[in-house]
Structures are given as structure tokens and as C-alpha cells.
């Protein structure tokens, strides 16, 4: 691990965004509630934000950080669903791995809940879309 003992202690935010392409049929299914595995997007979301606050023990040399909130937001397009997540902390260090892999796992509980739904699904387009310090 690189030593970030020189750095202040700031606010920090990341945002991180991927989308899940799916049929539209799949995604009327997840619109009424109708797919096998249960509320689709509720297991995702907590999957997210288990996995952002798991990211040290996922990817070797991450700094592990206290976070103070983790939010996995999920917008339903026709055919896809764009899921983001936002990672705030306190630390010396930023979060952009913690919301790009809270976005990530999210996407990948909702791709493994509903594949038996759809054989087409595909997660693309994974990507930090803001890291900022707020002091």
C-alpha cells in the first residue's frame, strides 16, 4: 500500500455508475414484482453497500476506510437499469473503489437474480462519475 500518512483527514464523496441492459419483457417483470427471486432491487441495493464497505478485503493494497454513508440508487430506463452508488467518508484517502465496486456487485446480484429471466443481460459501461473533497 502506498502511505498516506502526509494527507489531512478531509470529507470525501465518490460516485460511481454501470447500467444492466435486459430485455424490456425482464424489466416488466421486475416492474411487478414478478421475477422468481424475490424484491430484485432490495438484495442489490444491500449488496452494494455490503460490498463497498468490503472493498479492502476485495482488492489488495486498498486502503480500508470508515464510510460514512453508502447509497445504491437504481433508475429504470426501457431497457436497462442504470444503478449508482454514492460513498461519503472521512479519511485521508478517496472512495472512488468503494462506489465502484458497490455499483458493480450491485449490478451483478441483479444480473444474477434475474438471469434466469434473461439469457441477454450484459453489464456495461462501469465508471467513476464525480470524486470530490468537500473541505
Known sequence: MVSVNHKPVQERVAEAMCELKCEPQTLNALREHALPKGD????????????????????????????????????LTESSIVVKCTVKTGAKTGVEMEALTGASIAALTLYDMMKSADKTMRVNDLRVTKKEKIN
Open 40 to 75: 430484485v432491487l432490495a438484495v442489490a441495493r444491500v449488496a452494494g453497500i455490503q460490498a463497498a464497505k468490503s472493498t479492502a478485503a476485495l482488492i489488495p493494497l486498498c486502503h480500508p476506510l470508515p464510510l460514512d454513508q453508502v447509497c445504491v440508487d437504481f433508475t
